[in-house]
């Protein structure tokens, strides 16, 4: 396992977290705990979850576990996130500092532990003013309630305009961010990641395999089945098989994935990982498993080099369609300027 430290602080991660969207649904808590202890044998210390993820099952069965392991618990960096849906009431989600409050004390006893590492916003909330929102994590952290905090979801401009608010104000600063990003999705290289790059902001992307697209699971022209996210929804959220099969784009680049993984004699998954890994900004790519076999298999990326060629090939098949402008190439290159004309 290799370590990077989480955004601009001290904390030390591993460069490959382990989310736990799966635990109390396609995992239950039997291999939900074979999935951590495999995790943490392979070196890795940073488990991200949520209190939406199976509403709190995921952070109930992580608080379990950390208490039957109360020596491998010491060593882990624990990321949760509040912010959507808890409850059928109107105050039951959202970035007010009434939902924050109730939503940050139930993921604490949940989990069982005084304090999280690392609090995250799960998306931006139209409604709270972010001056409340920012005010609230300042105070959790004077309170030792988390450690850090920081945003999923945001565009560029929220991202910075949250970080100059906190550094207006003199509040705690956000250190991470963690958004979609992988050779499937990169429409965040645009303005996203320039801003958290900017702020010093460490990138934790989820999805890096792009729903299991990037796996080398799925063949054009043939609709999946069985125990696989498509396989059970095809229509599953922004990875739903209909508009993305039907885009040459998509085949393009899991083809030149396959290949590279075939000259390199390892899998498509290590290689789109590895790819994410290799990104600038990126602290710790998360990765999702149902079991410990899957789980393993993605963790192997940690020791691919792919090397500038492939690394290359992968990035100029993959670029993000976009207008001319302000995307374009030329556009680009207005942005940028030598010493000397």
Partial sequence: MRYRTM?????????????????????????????????VAAGGNFLDTADVYTKGVSEQIIGRWLASHPTDAQQLVIATKGRFPMG??????????????????????????????????????????????LRFLDDAVRAGKIKSYGFSNYLGYQ????????????????????????LLVRGIEHEIVPAALDQ???LLPWSPLAGGWLSGKYT????????????????????????????DHTWAVIDAVKEVADAAGTTSAAVALAWVDAQPGVTSTILGARTVEQLQQNIAAVDLDLGADALARLTEVSTPRTEVYPYGPQAVQQRFRALVP
């Fill in 159 to 182: 991202l910075t305009k949250a970080a100059w608010i906190a550094k207006v104000h003199g509040w705690a600063a956000p250190v991470t961010l963690q958004p979609q990003y992988s």
């Fill in 88 to 133: 059928p009431g109107a105050n039951d989600y959202g970035a007010s500092r009434r939902h924050l409050t109730d939503a940050l004390d139930s993921s604490l006893a949940r989990l069982g532990v005084d304090s999280v590492d690392l609090y995250q916003i799960h998306a931006w909330d139209a409604l709270t003013p972010i001056e409340e929102t």
């Fill in 220 to 247: 054009r022209g043939t609709a999946p089945t069985g125990a696989t996210r498509l396989g059970e929804n095809p229509e599953r959220g922004m990875e739903a098989w209909g508009p993305r099969s039907e885009d």
């Fill in 7 to 39: 955004g601009n602080t001290g904390t030390v991660v591993s460069v490959q977290a382990l989310g736990t969207m799966t635990f109390g649904a396609e995992a239950d808590e039997d291999a939900s705990g074979e999935i951590i202890e495999a995790y």
């Fill in 200 to 202: 010093a902001i460490g």
